[in-house]
């Protein structure tokens, strides 16, 4: 009986602590959407006119790799976002790599 309560506790604090993980990666997720170049990507994100990133990955039009090469290499009016994700206090807090911090992103505006 011990074992088996002892199992148990194992598994749920081994599942609460991906769940916190994952909320960790939203969380700075949204500190890089809500700060990035000073202003956040929502400035321009969030006006109607520009890209509406949530909205494309919900309709499959931008996936993850094409989100990434984006923020790397800038398209049209959008810059290259990639060093200013880097700088984020939060990114570097979590000592996150740039895979990290993209997909915190990614995650972040996924579930916005």
């Known amino acids: 009986m011990k074992t088996t309560l002892g199992t148990l506790a194992g598994v749920a604090l081994i599942a609460l602590s991906g ?8 969380d700075i997720g949204k500190k890089i959407y809500d700060r990035a170049f ?14 509406q990133l949530t909205a494309n990955i919900k309709a499959g039009t931008l996936d993850r790799a094409k989100f ?33 911090a993209v997909d915190a992103l990614w995650k972040y505006v996924s579930t916005k």
Do not use: W, Y
């Open 19 to 26: 769940s916190a993980f994952a909320d960790e990666a939203t």
């Open 38 to 51: 000073g202003r956040g990507c929502g400035t321009c994100h969030d006006i109607s006119s520009n890209p």
């Open 68 to 100: 990434e090469e984006v923020l790397k290499n800038g398209r049209g009016g959008m810059p290259k976002a990639i060093d200013e994700i880097m700088k984020n206090a939060a990114v570097t807090k979590a000592g996150f790599g740039e895979d990290q």
